[in-house]
């Protein structure tokens, strides 16, 4: 496997670690989530610790290594590391977060007519979707495209 | 990105007739051997500016190596 290629994979890998890593952190301070797991509160605090500095970590380790990639790499090798094919990705990624983030704000906002319950959370579920949607989304076709 | 574009190719046999892999050739036009392999699919469509690389490379024009499929109004 080249570098080019080699870097790719590490990008998906450290871009799915900040989804699970978003959501563990997200999740437990929800109030659905609550309603179907109870946690006492020291327990769900660790959690999203935990969560958070897998996000936190993740994040950094990506920026660094795309620095260090940047530095390393021949200037040829890191544009292929962007080309025009990972950048429709991107904007495909984008588009489907953007379209699944107004779904999911129509539907809560609908349903929390209902249950308040759920529109206590709308913000972080609208959040959580746009997030993970966009990120996964991108990782899976970057790494379908063979 | 797993349906198929509308811009038919012989990359593959121009890539070939030159003896290049796609590694090779990914390195002569800057992007990733992923791009040339998607394009060869007909799973991505190049800009033009990566059509006209992908051309220069090898040795030829961008209608020899893309042509719109007969059902766009390509010649068969």
């Known amino acids: ?101 107004l779904v999911a704000a129509a539907l809560l906002s609908t349903a929390g007519a209902w249950d308040w319950k759920i529109s206590h959370d709308a913000a972080d579920i609208i959040f959580i979707l746009g997030v993970a949607v966009t990120l996964l989304h991108f990782v899976m076709r970057d790494a379908a495209d063979e | 990105m797993s349906k198929l574009s509308g811009l038919d190719n012989r990359l593959k046999e121009a890539r070939a007739a030159h003896g290049l892999t796609q590694a090779d050739l990914a390195r002569q036009v800057g992007v990733s051997r992923k791009t040339i392999n998607t394009v060869e699919n007909r799973i991505f469509v190049p800009s033009t500016i990566l059509a006209l690389r992908i051309a220069q490379a090898l040795g030829t024009t961008v209608e020899d190596v893309f042509q719109l499929p007969p059902e766009a109004g390509g010649q068969v």
């Open chain 1, 1 to 101: 496997m080249n570098i080019v290629e080699n870097a790719a994979r590490w990008r998906r890998g450290a871009l799915s670690l900040i989804v699970i890593g978003f959501i563990v952190w997200r999740l437990p301070d929800m109030t659905i989530f609550q309603r179907f797991v109870s946690l006492n509160e020291p327990v769900s605090t660790v959690i999203e610790l935990v969560g958070a500095i897998i996000w936190i970590g993740a994040l950094i380790a990506l920026l660094l290594r795309t620095r260090a990639d940047r530095r390393d790499m021949s200037k040829a090798e890191f544009s292929a590391l962007e080309d025009e094919r990972v950048q429709a990705l991107n904007n495909g990624a984008f588009r489907v977060g953007f379209w699944v983030m």
